[in-house]
């Protein structure tokens, strides 16, 4: 595996969150449906109750009440999102995470290699990725630093006081971060 197959498991993760999503916003919408029906219905018995002079209240009170409608069914909508956001992080992280050594140790010198390392930079592991092939990462021409991290994956670039952090934990929070910008986009734009 390569650091292009690391990122092909975010992307399917991704693919799969938005199919998930777009189900979910179906099903969401499809109630609020139900909801905005509901309220229209009985806007309308109550129009036709009121007498023409009450006419302008009732036409107040049915801009209301499908106002609510719609503002109900959009929380609704918003709750789903963000639940399923939440599900693709953890389904994330625990795919990366559950990787065999080989494919992880193959995923992480893939992304050293893509990675944008300035000269004299020291590649930081954590303990258990040193002990397991960190001789492997300097055999391969990187700098292995005698630090380790506490980091669940990745690894972490340092030169000065200049780090670059490639941890799984940050390539997901930047992950996230793009997927709310998406999903803003479409529950606002």
Request: zero cysteines; proline letters at 1%.
């Amino acid at each position: 595996m390569s650091n292009g197959n690391g990122q092909n498991i975010i992307d399917k993760i991704l693919a799969d969150a938005n199919a998930e999503a777009k189900k979910i916003t179906d099903a969401a919408m499809k109630e609020a449906e139900v909801v905005v029906e509901t309220a229209n219905a009985k806007v309308q018995k109550e129009s036709e109750a009121l007498s023409k002079l009450a006419q302008a209240e009732a036409d107040k009170a049915a801009a209301k009440e499908i106002s609510s409608a719609e503002m109900l069914a959009k929380k609704m909508i918003l709750t789903q999102k963000q639940a399923i956001l939440e599900e693709v992080i953890k389904s994330a992280k625990a795919k990366l995470l559950s990787l065999t050594d080989v494919e992880y140790k193959v995923i992480i010198i893939g992304m050293l290699d893509k990675a944008d390392i300035p000269e004299d930079a020291e590649v930081i592991l954590s303990k258990k990725d040193k002990a397991a092939f960190g001789k492997e990462v300097a055999s391969n021409g990187y700098n292995v630093s005698d630090e380790t991290r506490d980091i669940d994956g990745g690894f972490i670039i340092k030169k000065g006081d200049i780090e670059y952090n490639y941890s799984f934990e940050s390539i997901i929070s930047v992950e996230k971060e793009d997927i709310e910008h998406i999903a803003a986009k479409i529950l606002f734009g």
